[in-house]
């Protein structure tokens, strides 16, 4: 039986959707943001293998108010909101991938990408390193790497080479930027140490690695891995191997893009570093 005087307003519904999305920390981070800002707000994982379309469909009639999109979807994301009536805001259209959909009381589907501004102020903010003139490696050439490489080349790197096991997919995404980005093959990763190597490909998910030059790791190497866990990944262990001096897994980037995701949503923009500690103490992520 329902009170007639409970005016306590309705949860407003979101979730992470992708494939796969057991291992996310966006439940509890967006939880945690909500509880800071007294929004009530429920936040799920929704698993999918194919039929993106029709979920988000599924969604938004359900009362869904937005969505994060991981992999494998953030293309599959960006082609939805180029179309004829929705929008895309200038960064997930430039980097044509999205992973942030807020619907639109008139149907619309607004789509932004916050994963480019959650890796550089986690970078820069959090652990401290001023992209300036580095040197920088970035492995892969999916949608989580279409939204960092604008934000990246902002920073004003020295340079930014971009390596993948299907090279002309890293040509392709060089393209895209013109003199800015050098695609180099996983063979050519060795010709020189660079100060910043960032993992970009989900291969630490299923304990694996890409097959890089281990010459790209020098002693004023930070290796840095977009995917998180409770332990060191592959990438992490052999950067260490190699002579990085330090090493950092995604999680902060994590909850930052989740920051700017939330406040896309709700207008407000949570405290992020209380999140960072609090699941990194919960959850046993590590960094070095």
Avoid at 2 to 10: E, S, T
Avoid at 54 to 64: C, I, K, M, R
Avoid at 133 to 142: K, M, Q, R, T, Y
Avoid at 155 to 165: F, G, K, S, V
Wanted: charged letters at 20%; proline letters at 5%; aromatic letters at 6%.
């Amino acid at each position: 039986m329902n009170d007639l005087f409970d005016f306590k307003p309705k949860a407003v519904r979101f979730a992470v959707m992708g494939n796969p999305v057991e291992h996310s920390r966006s439940p509890e981070i967006h939880r945690e943001f909500a509880l800071q800002t007294g929004i009530n707000l429920e936040y799920d994982r929704i698993r999918i293998d194919g039929g993106f379309e029709q979920a988000v469909s599924h969604f938004q009639a359900s009362n869904g108010a937005g969505l994060n999109i991981t992999v494998p979807f953030k293309v599959d994301a960006w082609k939805l909101c180029n179309r004829p009536g929705n929008q895309l805001s200038n960064r997930a259209g430039t980097a044509r991938a999205v992973n942030t959909l807020r619907f639109e009381e008139n149907g619309t589907i607004y789509g932004d990408n916050t994963d480019g501004t959650g890796l550089v102020t986690d970078l820069e903010q959090n652990i401290g390193l001023a992209l300036e003139s580095l040197s920088i490696l970035l492995i892969g050439a999916g949608g989580a790497v279409r939204g960092i490489l604008e934000p990246l080349l902002a920073c004003c790197p020295a340079r930014l080479d971009i390596t993948n096991r299907t090279m002309s997919k890293a040509s392709e995404m060089a393209d895209l930027f013109g003199e800015k980005v050098n695609p180099v093959t996983l063979q050519e990763t060795g010709r020189r140490q660079y100060d910043l190597v960032i993992n970009g490909t989900a291969a630490g998910l299923e304990g694996q690695m890409p097959e890089l030059d281990s010459h790209c790791i020098g002693p004023n190497t930070l290796a840095y891995d977009m995917v998180y866990g409770s332990r060191l990944t592959p990438f992490m262990e052999w950067a260490l191997d190699n002579g990085a001096y330090a090493v950092h897994d995604g999680l902060g980037m994590l909850v930052e893009q989740a920051a700017a995701s939330f406040h896309l949503w709700h207008g407000v923009h949570p405290q992020t570093r209380p999140v960072v500690e609090l699941i990194s103490k919960i959850h046993h992520v590590r960094s070095i």
